[in-house]
């Protein structure tokens, strides 16, 4: 059977086994209720990445980060003054929220009161993904957006800053497991980062201040020349680097040679586990033996997709995304 088949195959009973344990949760969850979802979605998506291929993973990043907080509820999303979670200090830069607003407004223009926008913002990191050569999966839906969205709730965000056990430990206290740490930290192979990210990195890395060593000698000249000391923070630069615009496994490859710009990248070699799933999908004959980054990116997402969903009595389906109902 066709290799890519067979984890499309794979994948689809996954979805489906994840159906079945929450009869909530599952695909094609609008099936009858809005057809036009996931259309609506794609199309909106389509438009904003055409118009700004960076926005693909802009809205990449705003699913992650919305799952991590409260789970997958779209409490980022929410515009409540300054002790709105999307002013945490974890969610610098998450952007992306104009384009879940636009899918929103169609939707309640076709069903109204029917699709939640945290549904909404699953389906449009999958699109997205999907627009710059990544996989196609199947999202289960059936989410309900949550009624609590306060900065102090976002203050244990994954951070570039982090050890490797610190990553390891705030991405198994959401169920994921390393392969899910490494998959998901893969995602950094589409978008951009500002140099405010990197200048402790670059400048004062510790213990011991100056670079850090674990910086490839061939790239770091590369690096300060983008990100000078005293410079502009907001400079912006590929985080995959030379392959930013197109979803592939070229980031871990660049982790590996020591040519990953963000820090917390970077620690993904620092442990035996981490080092080891990499390798399955770089090392040298892991294009022929090993298992497909594709097909084990998407798993990953589907399962980060699930944390902490409100379903039942536990939510609401809002009317704008930006408020509470």
């Given at each position: 059977?066709?290799r890519e088949?067979?984890w499309?195959l794979?994948?689809?009973?996954y979805c489906?086994l994840?159906?079945?344990?929450?009869?909530?949760?599952?695909v094609g969850?609008?099936g009858?209720t809005?057809?036009?979802?996931?259309?609506?979605?794609?199309?909106?998506v389509?438009n904003?990445?055409?118009?700004?291929?960076?926005k693909?993973?802009v809205?990449l990043?705003?699913h992650?980060?919305?799952?991590?907080v409260?789970?997958?509820?779209?409490?980022?999303l929410?515009?409540?003054?300054?002790?709105a979670?999307?002013?945490?200090?974890?969610?610098?830069?998450?952007g992306?929220f104009?384009?879940?607003?636009e899918?929103?407004?169609?939707?309640?223009?076709?069903?109204?009161?029917v699709v939640s926008?945290?549904?909404?913002?699953a389906?449009a990191?999958?699109?997205?993904?999907?627009?710059l050569n990544?996989p196609?999966?199947?999202v289960?839906?059936?989410?309900?957006?949550?009624?609590?969205?306060?900065?102090?709730?976002a203050a244990?965000?994954?951070d570039?800053?982090?050890?490797?056990q610190?990553?390891k430990s705030?991405?198994?206290?959401?169920?994921l497991?390393?392969?899910?740490?490494?998959?998901l930290?893969?995602?950094?192979?589409?978008g951009?980062?500002?140099c405010?990210?990197m200048?402790?990195?670059?400048?004062n890395?510790m213990?011991?201040?100056?670079?850090?060593?674990?910086i490839?000698?061939n790239f770091?000249?590369e690096l300060?020349?983008t990100?000078?000391?005293?410079?502009?923070?907001?400079?912006?630069?590929?985080?995959?680097?030379?392959?930013?615009r197109?979803?592939?496994?070229r980031?871990?490859?660049n982790?590996?040679s020591?040519?990953?710009?963000?820090?917390s990248d970077?620690k993904?070699?620092?442990?035996?586990?981490t080092?080891?799933v990499m390798?399955?999908?770089?090392?040298?004959?892991?294009?022929l033996f090993?298992p497909s980054?594709q097909?084990?990116f998407?798993?990953?997402?589907?399962?980060?997709g699930q944390?902490?969903?409100?379903?039942?009595s536990n939510?609401?389906i809002?009317?704008v995304c930006?408020?509470?109902?």
């Amino acid at each position: 059977m066709d290799r890519e088949l067979l984890w499309v195959l794979t994948l689809l009973a996954y979805c489906c086994l994840m159906g079945t344990c929450d009869a909530q949760l599952r695909v094609g969850f609008y099936g009858q209720t809005c057809p036009s979802a996931e259309p609506v979605v794609r199309s909106v998506v389509r438009n904003a990445v055409v118009s700004d291929p960076n926005k693909a993973a802009v809205l990449l990043r705003l699913h992650f980060h919305d799952c991590f907080v409260e789970g997958c509820d779209g409490s980022i999303l929410i515009e409540s003054g300054q002790s709105a979670e999307r002013n945490a200090f974890g969610h610098q830069g998450v952007g992306g929220f104009e384009v879940i607003e636009e899918a929103k407004k169609q939707l309640e223009a076709a069903c109204p009161g029917v699709v939640s926008c945290a549904d909404i913002v699953a389906l449009a990191a999958r699109d997205a993904v999907a627009m710059l050569n990544g996989p196609a999966y199947e999202v289960p839906m059936g989410r309900l957006d949550g009624r609590v969205s306060n900065v102090s709730l976002a203050a244990d965000m994954p951070d570039v800053g982090d050890s490797i056990q610190q990553l390891k430990s705030k991405f198994s206290q959401k169920g994921l497991s390393d392969r899910d740490l490494v998959l998901l930290s893969a995602a950094h192979t589409i978008g951009t980062t500002a140099c405010f990210f990197m200048t402790e990195r670059l400048y004062n890395f510790m213990p011991g201040g100056g670079s850090d060593p674990s910086i490839n000698p061939n790239f770091l000249p590369e690096l300060k020349a983008t990100c000078p000391q005293n410079g502009d923070v907001n400079v912006r630069t590929g985080i995959d680097h030379g392959s930013e615009r197109t979803f592939d496994d070229r980031i871990l490859r660049n982790i590996r040679s020591g040519w990953a710009v963000l820090e917390s990248d970077a620690k993904l070699n620092d442990d035996p586990a981490t080092r080891g799933v990499m390798e399955s999908y770089v090392g040298l004959f892991s294009p022929l033996f090993g298992p497909s980054f594709q097909a084990d990116f998407a798993e990953s997402m589907v399962k980060m997709g699930q944390i902490g969903v409100k379903t039942g009595s536990n939510g609401e389906i809002r009317r704008v995304c930006k408020s509470f109902n």
